[in-house]
């Protein structure tokens, strides 16, 4: 199977098993249930189903590389009109010419700037880090370099980072720099990943078996070293629409 594909279907399938770990974990009495975090988008329902028909058409004329091509350049124009509707929605304009530079962290944190206003830049960080753009827009920045690049052994470990962190903030209220490994190379953190970690041990089910996958996880990230490992990031300038610089 083509190295992309192979980590596009991963990707996905992670992110869904997620969301339906998080719906049993919300609803299970051997877990504090949690709200799900939805993501909207700007594009309207009846908007996203014309688009679902507009791609299926597309996709039967165009071969596999630019059906994928297509596809990405129509989610950059979505994101592009999500940060246009944002800077609208809050009176925010740019002059003629004008432009920023957008940063992404690995936990979605985004930095705005290249810009002289940094008053306007301020607004603009603190306009955008209240949405989920930051999210969209480091899914979008991966996808595009399994695209271009392929799978590699660097990016799979910084995703394991990436993965192996966003769990422990979710599930146990910590980080991965906060947790370590003992002489024996158990796992040890605070009370909370103490007790999800003995739970996941006499329990069943997928919900406890993706906790013992993700310790599997985030002990393999401690053994390598999280100091060994880059952050995912991605870096986009915008003017009227989104690109990379």
Known sequence: MNLFFHDLMNSRYDRQLYKNIMKKRADSTDYSARKIHRQYDTVSISQKALDKQNVRTMGSQMNGLDFLNYSLAQDR????????????????????????????????????????DKEKAKQIEAVLNQTNIGFRLLEHDQTVKSFKNGASVERT?????????HFLRQFANTTIEDVSLNQDGKLTGNDQLNELMEKASRGKGELNEYVQAMIAKVRAVLLIGIDHIPNRSATFTYSDELQYP
Do not use: C, P
């Not at 124009?77 to 304009?93: A, G, Y």
């Not at 470990?157 to 962190?165: N, V």
């Open 77 to 116: 124009e979505r994101l592009s009109k999500t940060i246009q509707d944002h800077l609208n929605e809050n009176d925010i304009h740019l002059e003629e010419g004008e432009s920023f530079t957008i940063d992404v962290s690995y936990r979605f944190q985004i930095t705005v700037t290249g810009l002289s």
């Open 157 to 165: 470990q910084m995703y394991d980072k990436w993965h192996a962190d």
